[in-house]
């Protein structure tokens, strides 16, 4: 299955995705993830997004929509994949049903407050990409990641500032997606307020019922 995971900043899309991504074998491509390893590693696409990412702003369609298109022609994509932060514009949906349409789109949902506790205590690995949370889920030893043992980061797009820029551009520009994928019939809602192992639980039992369809 091609799986599109929708909804605000900070509602637990990417956590959820790792999880998924290794339950169903299928790989998980973050448009967020792939940004900020181009900024880390100082290439071309890196220099251009960097002060982007920071603001909270998008990036250009264009430059977005080949990045993805040329993630999913690889090989490990042929039997699905999971989709998280991308589309985001009705420009990027449109143009992934000409490449590689959604056949589920699971669209998160979580209270601006939720949102904003989880962004201000979120912790990341700059070498493996997981996520932690100060509060929710912390790392067995401060600061430093358990898989890889890395000193831990705070995104630069995790300031209040930024995260008030990134809920105005996710309601002006992403909340659209969501009446687009309504009207195709393959939207799914799921509540991301419970714990991370409730919200993969109603994940993997949504799919089930969708497997019976
Ligand atoms: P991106 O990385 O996609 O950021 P985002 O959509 O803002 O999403 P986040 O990564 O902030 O949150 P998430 O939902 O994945 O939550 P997480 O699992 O980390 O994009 C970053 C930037 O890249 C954009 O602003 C833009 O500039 C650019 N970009 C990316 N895609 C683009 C596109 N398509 N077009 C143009 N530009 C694009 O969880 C958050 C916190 O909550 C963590 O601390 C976690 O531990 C905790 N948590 C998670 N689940 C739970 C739970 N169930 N209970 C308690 N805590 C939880």
Redesign the pocket.
């Known amino acids: 299955m091609n799986f599109v995971f929708l ?1 605000p ?8 995705a790792k999880q998924a991504s290794e339950k169903l074998k299928v790989p998980h491509i ?4 792939l ?1 900020r390893e181009a900024i880390q590693k100082g290439t071309p696409l890196g220099k251009e ?1 960097q002060s ?2 920071s603001r ?4 250009p ?1 264009g430059l ?1 929509i080949q990045l993805v298109r040329e993630r999913i022609d690889q090989e490990d994509c042929r039997n699905g994949f999971i989709l ?6 009705i420009p ?1 949906a449109e143009a992934l049903q000409t490449f590689a349409p959604p056949t589920q789109v699971i669209n ?1 949902l979580l209270s601006e407050e939720e949102i904003i506790k ?2 201000s ?3 990341s690995c700059p070498q493996c990409g997981a ?3 100060i509060a ?2 912390p790392p067995r030893i401060d600061e430093l990641c358990d898989s890889c043992s890395a000193r831990l980061i705070t995104r630069k ?1 995790d300031t209040i500032e930024a995260i008030k820029n ?1 809920l105005g551009v996710y309601n002006s520009q992403t909340v659209p997606l969501i009446a687009f994928y309504e009207k195709r019939g393959i939207l799914s809602n799921i509540d ?1 307020s ?3 192992v409730e ?1 993969l639980e109603s994940f993997l039992s949504l799919i089930q019922k969708l497997k019976k369809r």
């Open positions: 909804g900043p900070g509602a637990g899309k990417g956590t959820l973050s448009t967020g993830d940004f997004v982007i990412l909270g702003d998008l990036v369609d977005t998280d932060g991308f589309p985001r514009t990027q998160f989880r962004l205590g979120r912790r996520i932690y949370h929710f889920n797009d990134r991301a419970p714990s991370a919200v």
